[in-house]
Structures are given as C-alpha cells and as structure tokens.
C-alpha cells in the first residue's frame, strides 16, 4: 500500500520525535517473522521501555537527519526493524538480543549510541549495560565499602578481647 505525502510526513515526524529521544538504536532485519510475533516483540518492547518502528528506509533516513543516530543513514538496506530505547541504554539492545534467541528471523544489523554507529556484534556489549536502578545500587556499593571497612577496623579490638575472654572462660573447669 503506497503512502501518500501526508502519511510520509507523518511517519517521518514519529520516527524523528523517537530518534530525538532515544539513548540508542538498533536496526534489525525481521524478514520472516509472522505477524504474532511481531506482535509479541512489540508488547515485550513496550513493556521495556523500547520503541519499535518499522518504516521504508528513505523515509527514516529523512527522519534521523539532524539527531544522533544520523550515522546510521549508509547502511540502512533491506527490511529493518527500529527499536528506540527511551529509558536505558541497553533496553532496545536487549530485546533484540533476548528476542532473536528464539526467533532466528530476527537479525540485528546496527547499533547506534551517542552519535556512533557499532557493528551488530557490540549488541552483546550494550546489552550488558546495567539498568538506572542496577547503577545506582552498583555505585552506592561502592561507596558503601570504604566505610564499612572502616567500621569493621574500629570494631575489631573490641571483638578480639570478647572472643579472648570467652576462651579463657571455656578453658577453665567448671567449678
């Protein structure tokens, strides 16, 4: 079904406002897929935080002109699949990744992240990235860990006389 300019422009407008504010993009090829699936890559990707899109790709080329994923422009060929992640870096990665493990169809093709395009094989890298929560609780380990070093050290003392005097307590006889 042919798009008329209005669809065109459209199309062009969600796929730029996604691309505006995205961490990073994967390009997937997902010739093969049937409709189901593609229908349940979508619901896990919304429940992910991942925008899907998938469009002509003039049309998306038009549509990342001008963002951070314009790197992306020469190597858009053949039927491609646009995940967007908006709320982690590593979420659009890992659901192509996690997706692609049971479905052999679907094959990432690019990786964009911060204005730099990567080979496909960077998707494992990107999609070990931690989440926001899983960075926050990584930092604040290890700002935790010198302190509690530092407790530990204050406290052994104490610790070596109680144990000390627990064992020349169970030494003696009870008498």
């Given at each position: 079904?042919?798009?008329?300019?209005?669809?065109?422009?459209?199309?062009?407008?969600?796929?730029?406002d996604?691309?505006?504010?995205?961490?990073?993009?994967?390009?997937?090829?997902?010739?093969?897929?049937?409709?189901?699936?593609?229908?349940?890559?979508?619901?896990?990707?919304?429940?992910?935080?991942?925008?899907?899109?998938?469009?002509?790709?003039?049309?998306?080329?038009?549509?990342?002109?001008?963002?951070?994923?314009?790197?992306?422009?020469?190597?858009?060929?053949?039927?491609?699949?646009?995940?967007?992640?908006?709320?982690?870096?590593?979420?659009?990665?890992?659901?192509?990744?996690?997706?692609?493990?049971d479905?052999?169809?679907?094959?990432?093709?690019l990786?964009?992240?911060?204005?730099?395009?990567?080979?496909?094989?960077?998707?494992?890298?990107?999609?070990?990235?931690?989440?926001?929560?899983?960075?926050?609780?990584?930092?604040?380990?290890?700002?935790?860990?010198?302190?509690?070093?530092?407790?530990?050290?204050?406290?052994?003392?104490?610790?070596?006389?109680?144990?000390?005097?627990?064992?020349?307590?169970?030494?003696?006889?009870?008498?």
């Amino acid at each position: 079904m042919a798009l008329n300019i209005e669809q065109k422009k459209a199309v062009v407008a969600e796929v730029a406002d996604a691309a505006n504010k995205a961490l990073a993009a994967v390009a997937a090829e997902y010739r093969g897929l049937t409709v189901e699936e593609m229908t349940e890559l979508r619901v896990k990707a919304r429940e992910g935080g991942v925008v899907l899109k998938v469009a002509k790709n003039t049309l998306v080329r038009r549509a990342v002109e001008g963002t951070e994923y314009e790197c992306m422009q020469e190597s858009l060929t053949g039927p491609l699949l646009f995940a967007f992640s908006m709320e982690d870096p590593g979420a659009a990665a890992r659901l192509v990744k996690d997706y692609s493990k049971d479905h052999d169809h679907l094959i990432a093709k690019l990786v964009a992240v911060g204005g730099e395009l990567y080979d496909a094989s960077e998707l494992e890298r990107l999609s070990k990235l931690p989440t926001y929560d899983q960075a926050i609780a990584i930092l604040m380990g290890v700002m935790k860990a010198p302190i509690e070093k530092f407790v530990r050290t204050l406290v052994e003392p104490h610790t070596k006389l109680v144990r000390t005097v627990a064992a020349v307590r169970d030494a003696k006889p009870a008498a």
